[in-house]
């Protein structure tokens, strides 16, 4: 019972957070999520490193997720926030994958290149590419 009233806090203030920063970055871009929807992507999230047995600690990494990818042409309103998931999660199959080696920065850079350019805005390309790119990772630097 405290647990989860701990998790209900800890989901309301950090989409709050994200909610404000958002709204004040939104009107240089078309896509926008609601408070609602925030909080299934944080929710998400830690689902999402469970799975990997990772922890992080706030919400840095989907900020940066998101504001390197807002601009991509291949980002719609529609599934918006699905896509924010998916791309959390390739992002932290990555981060497991390479033993936390890379940078957030770095990997998010490299992410946005792949779905951009050789994905074409394919999430199902960009899991492609980034599972290749951890593998040779692995082979050449672990």
């Keep these: 019972m405290f647990l989860d ?3 209900k806090k800890h989901y ?3 989409a709050r957070q994200l909610f404000r920063y958002l709204s004040e970055a939104a009107s240089n871009y078309n896509n926008s999520l ?3 929807e925030i909080k299934e992507v944080i ?3 830690d689902n999402i490193l469970v799975n990997y047995g990772l922890v992080e600690l706030g919400i840095d ?3 940066k997720i998101i504001e390197s990818f807002r601009s991509s042409p291949y980002i719609i309103q529609e599934n918006y926030m699905e896509t924010l998931i998916e791309l959390q999660e390739i992002f932290y199959f990555v981060k497991r994958e390479t033993d936390d080696t890379l940078s957030d920065d770095i990997l998010i850079e490299l992410m946005i290149q ?3 350019n050789d994905c074409r805005g ?3 390309l960009l ?3 980034m599972e290749r790119y951890a593998t040779k990772f692995r082979r050449e630097n672990l």
């Design 12 to 14: 309301d203030l950090e």
């Design 34 to 36: 609601t408070l609602l």
């Design 5 to 7: 009233l701990l998790n």
């Design 127 to 129: 899991w492609i590419n």
């Design 43 to 45: 929710k998400e999230r």
């Design 114 to 116: 792949f779905f951009n």
């Design 122 to 124: 394919s999430l199902d």
């Design 61 to 63: 990494v989907l900020r």
